[in-house]
């Protein structure tokens, strides 16, 4: 609902470094890098193991879905559990999304705790351009540890067969994390060589701050940075099966 549901024709533009990172580490997202890696949710990177899901059809742009994954431990029914829900509603150029996500892990209070993430999101389409928005509150149930974005971006033609994206976000975490945060930047531009295949250029800049020793970590890279800024440039050439 949050990633493609809200991005809409803006999703082929996306790419791993959009996700989040950053100096969060402290707020403990089991089984991911540096301990924060898409720690909203919005990539969908981790799988619910046992779990059976509904997504019902489009009632006049309305479309809702639900999930809920059994923790499988023995005596208890809410240790390991996760539960998730959304809602969308899209309608000509405008589309609205909402998400919360409950996810408690063996590895967090024995799997009486986990991290519990909602969102709001949607997007514009304003002529060519389709802008969007999005707003996370991330949280550790059992530190107290929270993170919140705000992210807005646009995707934008500037010539035959040439989409530039420009995508801003600001990340902030409470005082159990020591207040860090991150600003990060980026701009890609792709072209289409064909409906299948585009080269493209994306250049991302993160700046952590907030903290002593709070480091930009941009989401893909294997490793954060020794300092408060981190820059990644990089040509590609994609090809969709």
């Not at 996306?14 to 580490?25: A, K, S, T, W």
Request: cysteine-free.
């Amino acid at each position: 609902m949050l990633g493609p549901g809200r991005y809409g024709p803006s999703f082929p533009m996306i790419g791993l470094y959009n996700l989040r990172l950053g100096p969060f580490g402290g707020l403990g997202v089991p089984g991911m890098p540096g301990g924060a890696m898409d720690f909203d949710g919005v990539a969908g990177a981790k799988r619910v193991d046992n779990s059976v899901k509904f997504t019902s059809a489009s009632y006049g742009g309305l479309t809702f879905g639900a999930l809920y994954g059994f923790g499988e431990q023995p005596g208890s029914m809410g240790q390991g559990r996760t539960y998730s829900a959304g809602v969308s509603y899209a309608r000509g150029p405008f589309a609205l999304t909402a998400a919360i996500t409950d996810a408690r892990n063996p590895a967090i209070n024995n799997g009486n705790d986990g991290i519990r993430t909602w969102g709001l999101g949607g997007r514009y389409q304003l002529g060519a351009a389709v802008l969007n928005a999005l707003y996370t509150n991330t949280r550790n149930t059992f530190t107290g540890g929270s993170v919140q974005v705000a992210q807005v971006g646009t995707t934008l033609p500037v010539a035959a067969s040439t989409t530039l994206l420009l995508d801003y976000q600001y990340q902030w975490a409470n005082a159990t994390l020591n207040k860090v945060h991150a600003h990060q930047a980026s701009a890609t531009l792709g072209y289409a060589l064909s409906k299948r295949t585009d080269a493209y250029a994306a250049l991302v800049y993160q700046r952590a701050g907030g903290a002593p020793g709070a480091t930009a970590w941009i989401a893909g890279l294997n490793g954060p940075s020794d300092g408060k800024t981190q820059t990644l440039v990089r040509l590609g050439m994609r090809h969709m099966f």
